[in-house]
């Protein structure tokens, strides 16, 4: 017996506003800005409403009435018709205010208990890989997104994917710890090897199960179904039935974008008729049935481990690695900004900021910022709604100075506060070093630690430091306590011996850290 594993990515991006800081201005000279004026100026809704109707009509509404139709049709029989979907957060968002008939659709859907809906990170973004400790953005966003499909379908997901399928050991390891059974990933050829995507796999140094995307299965009807110069093509839904019944192996899993069917194919391809008919054509033959990820990986046996350390993560995109968001100097840059404005964020605690902050997280933002040749860029072009990757970058960066701005304003009227609640990602902390270069192995990433510190290290680390001016100058563009800095500067001129100066020090920021 073969198992054929269907799931759709279903998502859709906030697109930007190219006249965003135009509109801030308009609304600026009628009043006081709120961060949800920003809001309504970096995100271009009017587009955004577009693309989820025109979408919906052609893809989400009849494809998912198709789903559905086939699952009543066979959910008394000996062979169900079983598929999963991964459901991005801000696609749920849109929908209830733009289609709200596809929720309903959605929520039939999981009413026949034949559907499995994966997790994934609730803005659809790359929270993995920003440079800071614990995961902690990438859990919150997860567990986000399993407070909305809770709430919107009453399920509690077991499977899990990160965004566009990245995925290596560290992922992995962090995603059994929290829980779930199984991991969908790519089915890339150099961490295949020899072996076949079709079987279930388990992660590299965790308990964790893999399943891998039959990439090419999955893209005979993803790229190529309407490409008339494919020599197969025409793909009928029998002759694709066959080609899963001559596969061999557990697991055939065949993970596709959820437009595939009526948008990114239109519906005079002929591709709803291929999804309508291809249910029976699978289940004519005796040894294919289909199932979800939660059931194969209890079905079948284990087959080999799948090893994909961190500085080689793939993904379903490009060249299956991050090149597709992280590849070029504007993309890296970009996504610098953008973490290097959480721990701000963070310390601000406005939902409304931390919500824009983490609509431009949508891994959308930087995919239309990527540089590439080729067919792949044609991809790129097709799902980006500007001219070019130099100008997505530039509408990109707009939104995060616009939003660092309001964060510079907000953080200036309670800076004391502010200062106090601040966390640092480790670039960002103070490092202590002694004149020879050497690290003392004290690092400070809050205002508490550093004082506290400050009582411990070595006499001429604190010296080295004080003299050079090191402690005020990251009071100063870390905290933006300018004046705290000052007073710093007028101890470090005093000539004093080295215990009387760090007594002063101490004093001052302990005096400041418990007065404001």
């Not at 309504?40 to 009509?57: H, P, Q, T, Y």
């Not at 289909?290 to 194969?296: L, Q």
């Not at 959308?364 to 990527?370: E, N, Q, V």
């Not at 004093?496 to 002063?504: G, T």
Request: with cysteine.
């Amino acid at each position: 017996m073969t198992d054929i594993v269907f799931m759709f990515e279903v998502h859709q991006p906030y697109r930007l506003d190219r006249n965003a800081y135009n509109k801030l201005l308009e609304k600026a000279l009628r009043g006081s800005l709120e961060p949800h004026d920003l809001e309504d100026a970096i995100f271009d809704n009017g587009l955004n409403k577009l693309v989820m109707e025109r979408a919906s009509r052609k893809c989400y509404v009849p494809a998912t009435k198709i789903i559905l139709e086939n699952i009543l049709r066979y959910k008394n029989t000996s062979k169900p018709f079983k598929v999963s979907f991964s459901i991005s957060g801000v696609f749920i968002e849109q929908a209830k205010m733009w289609a709200p008939e596809v929720i309903d659709l959605f929520i039939k859907l999981r009413e026949t208990e034949m559907v499995e809906f994966i997790e994934q990170t609730y803005y659809h973004s790359l929270a993995a890989f920003m440079p800071l400790d614990d995961w902690a953005e990438l859990r919150e966003q997860i567990d986000e997104h399993k407070r909305i499909i809770k709430e919107t379908f009453d399920y509690v997901p077991h499977s899990i994917e990160n965004t566009e399928f990245t995925y290596n050991n560290d992922i992995a390891w962090l995603f059994d710890k929290m829980g779930y059974k199984v991991v969908l990933t790519e089915g890339v050829d150099w961490v295949l090897g020899w072996r076949s995507p079709n079987y279930v796999y388990k992660a590299y140094n965790s308990e964790i199960k893999v399943l891998m995307r039959n990439y090419r299965l999955s893209d005979d009807v993803g790229y190529r179904f309407s490409d008339r110069s494919w020599d197969q093509y025409p793909l009928t839904a029998d002759k694709y039935a066959s080609w899963l019944a001559a596969t061999p192996g557990d697991v055939i899993f065949l993970a596709m974008d959820y437009e595939t069917f009526g948008e990114h194919h239109w519906p005079e391809t002929g591709i709803h008729e291929f999804l309508k008919w291809l249910p029976g054509e699978i289940l004519k033959y005796k040894h294919l049935e289909t199932s979800t990820p939660s059931e194969v990986i209890n079905k079948y046996p284990v087959r080999d481990r799948i090893d994909v350390p961190p500085w080689s993560t793939i993904s379903w995109a490009d060249e299956r690695d991050l090149s597709a968001w992280l590849g070029n100097q504007m993309q890296r840059n970009a996504f610098k900004i953008l973490t290097d404005l959480r721990p701000y964020v963070k310390a601000l605690n406005d939902p409304e900021i931390i919500r824009i902050w983490k609509l431009l997280t949508i891994s959308d933002h930087l995919y239309y910022i990527a540089t590439k040749f080729g067919s792949i860029e044609q991809v790129h072009s097709y799902f980006s709604p500007y001219k070019n990757a130099p100008d997505a970058y530039a509408i990109y960066v707009q939104a995060l100075s616009l939003l660092a701005g309001m964060i510079s304003e907000k953080i200036y009227e309670k800076r004391y506060v502010i200062a106090k609640r601040l966390i640092l990602p480790k670039d960002k902390a103070f490092y202590f070093m002694k004149p020879t270069g050497e690290y003392t192995g004290y690092v400070a990433r809050t205002l508490s630690e550093f004082i506290e510190l400050l009582e411990k290290v070595p006499d001429d680390s604190f010296l080295y430091h004080l003299r050079r001016r090191d402690f005020q100058a990251w009071l100063r563009s870390i905290y933006g306590l300018d004046e705290l800095a000052n007073e710093l500067d007028n101890i470090s001129k005093l000539s004093e011996s080295v215990e009387e100066l760090r007594r002063k020090t101490l004093k001052l920021l302990k005096d400041f850290y418990h007065n404001n």
